[in-house]
């Protein structure tokens, strides 16, 4: 069984990329880089934190690196997603009270970036979207982040509504999860890595 570092230290994020690559015979462990995320680009903060991991504990690591983008804030908050305000419910307020008065539907779109680095080999991405649009909070207390405000047309339910399986087939994180196991790089990992490797 190949072993594989996930550069977050997020449990919620860790389980979500278990149960997405479930089955495809992987050990994966949650490896906390706290690197900052300077780059200007979903990919280079997502190469950030997959380089940092691989470096650091000699294992093939993914990185992921994600943002809302929604139109009728010229695509914002985009890279600062995560860093709007600082809790998950203030940043769902903060980004409301700025739509307030916009014209609806609020078209957004949720966008992610898996990178997968291995010692001495060029780190690789994968990218996943999802359109959507923004709604009030209809349910609270599943999901994480925008997930109770992101509602998927096609589906008639926000992100925070969704069963866990039925929400990887629709995610941003799900699709770009699902190019990066159809490229073939996650078959060829190998285990010629230290025995017990710790953050």
């Known amino acids: 069984m190949a072993r594989l570092l996930v550069a977050t230290g997020n449990p919620g994020k860790l389980a979500e ?5 479930d089955g495809l015979s992987l050990e994966l462990q949650g490896w906390s880089t706290e690197v900052d995320e300077v780059g200007e680009t979903y990919e280079a903060n997502a190469a950030l934190k ?3 991991a691989a470096a650091a504990g000699g294992l093939p690591a993914l990185g992921d690196d994600s943002g809302l983008e929604v139109d009728a804030l010229g695509g914002s908050p985009g890279l600062l997603s995560a860093r709007l305000a600082p809790t998950p419910e203030e940043r769902i307020q903060t980004l409301l009270s700025r739509l307030a008065g916009a014209p609806r539907p609020w078209r957004a779109r949720f966008v992610c970036v898996v990178t997968l680095s291995a010692p001495g080999q060029q780190t690789r991405a994968f990218l996943g979207e999802r359109w959507g649009e923004i709604v009030e909070p209809r349910v609270t207390g599943r999901g994480f ?4 405000v992101f509602w998927v047309p096609e589906v008639g339910l926000t992100f ?3 069963a866990p399986e039925e929400k990887h087939r629709w995610s941003h994180r799900g699709a770009a999860v699902k ?3 159809e490229s073939g790089a996650l078959s ?3 285990d010629a890595s230290p025995a017990d490797p710790r953050p």
């Open 188 to 190: 060829r990992l190998g």
């Open 179 to 181: 190019a990066l196991v």
């Open 17 to 21: 990329f278990e149960e997405l690559l």
């Open 145 to 148: 982040g925008y997930d109770p």
């Open 50 to 52: 997959s380089e940092a």
């Open 160 to 162: 925070a509504e969704m």
